[in-house]
């Protein structure tokens, strides 16, 4: 795997950038940092299928929707069944939520952040991954991952304990999550080699993820208005980030992550192949939990 960051990439200007005809699924397009990418997308010309619970976009041309509850495994694999994955030229996963003060589970009896943020998405790539790419004759470039999290920041989580059922802090959850859809990515890249793999980190982005952190409404709006200057808009984001999604030099680089400005970072130095196998092989006993079986791959 290689894990260095000794290379650039050139954005496409935005005058260039056109992904007419495109064919993107956004998996928690319908809110946040995911719905400001679905509809810039879009309004670039893709055909864009937005996965989430509300869809707030009816009205715009270019996007459809199915609807799902990420936070059951069921759905999670029935959602990754029905997406045309052979013809799909990106895929990007931006469901997100931040686990609460005390510990939820949901009805498959996994923490709810680590269910929703991270293991739907283990889920759904182990339904899509096989079949990625095997309907797109035409294409120059392999079909493209993007998994949405905060990649590079060392994170481990506790692979012995992804569920937090021996102890549980909030910190601890959604670092489990951090970890996960880091080593996802490392794991996806060894274990699909006909499709790409990358991380994002966004930085702070001003949407409602964080609405359940600090309690009443107001305090919320005053610590956003403290760290106002630390955050971006998710539209600027979106802009910003768009041109990396389809950037041909990126094409031989799966497996890289990229830091709020779409510049490459390097992957957590602390986050081996034996830490990852760890994790991986924690999701697949989470995943059967929720009767969801998912092949085992080790990375050497
Ligand atoms: N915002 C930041 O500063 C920041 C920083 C670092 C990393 N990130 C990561 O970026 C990603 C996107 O975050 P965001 O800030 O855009 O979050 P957000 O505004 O809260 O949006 C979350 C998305 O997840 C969907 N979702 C939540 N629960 C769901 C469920 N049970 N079933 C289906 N969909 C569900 C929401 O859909 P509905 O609205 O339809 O329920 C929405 O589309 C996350 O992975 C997050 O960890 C964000």
């Keep these: 795997?290689?894990?260095?960051?000794?290379?650039?990439?050139?954005?496409?200007?935005?005058?260039?950038?056109?992904?007419?005809?495109?064919?993107?699924?956004?998996?928690?397009g319908t809110g946040g940092i995911g719905r400001a990418l679905s509809r810039h997308l879009a309004a670039h010309g893709a055909n864009v299928v937005v996965v989430g619970q509300?869809?707030?976009?009816?009205?715009?041309?270019?996007?459809?929707?199915?609807?799902?509850?990420?936070?059951?495994?069921q759905e999670a694999r029935r959602v990754g069944a029905s997406l045309p994955a052979e013809t799909l030229d990106l895929v990007i996963f931006t469901t997100g939520i931040m686990a609460g003060p005390t510990r939820e589970q949901t009805l498959d009896g996994i923490e709810r952040d680590v269910a929703i943020s991270y293991l739907s998405r283990f889920v759904m790539l182990n339904e899509i991954g096989p079949r990625l790419g095997k309907g797109r004759t035409e294409a120059s470039t392999k079909p493209r991952v993007f998994v949405m999290g905060f990649p590079g920041s060392n994170q481990l989580g506790k692979p012995d304990d992804l569920n937090?059922?021996?102890?549980?802090?909030?910190?601890?959850?959604?670092?489990?999550?951090?970890?996960?859809?880091?080593?996802?990515?490392?794991?996806a890249a060894a274990r699909y080699p006909q499709a790409a793999f990358f991380g994002l980190n966004p930085g702070f982005v001003k949407t409602g993820i964080r609405s359940n952190l600090f309690g009443p409404k107001m305090v919320l709006r005053i610590v956003e208005w403290m760290t106002g200057f630390m955050t971006s808009s998710p539209e600027s984001y979106a802009e910003r980030i768009a041109p990396l999604l389809i950037s041909p030099d990126i094409e031989g680089h799966s497996g890289a992550m990229f830091n709020n400005k779409g510049e490459p970072i390097l992957p957590s130095s602390k986050l081996t192949n034996r830490i990852v196998s760890?994790?991986?092989?924690?999701?697949e006993t989470l995943a059967a939990r929720a009767k969801v079986q998912v092949a085992p791959f080790r990375l050497p």
């Design 1 to 28: 795997m290689k894990r260095d960051r000794s290379w650039t990439w050139q954005p496409i200007a935005a005058t260039r950038l056109d992904f007419t005809g495109l064919k993107i699924a956004v998996i928690g």
């Design 54 to 73: 509300t869809f707030r976009d009816s009205d715009l041309s270019g996007i459809s929707f199915i609807k799902a509850d990420l936070s059951l495994m």
């Design 164 to 187: 937090s059922e021996t102890s549980y802090s909030r910190w601890t959850a959604h670092m489990n999550t951090v970890a996960g859809n880091e080593a996802l990515v490392l794991d």
């Design 278 to 283: 760890k994790i991986m092989a924690a999701s």
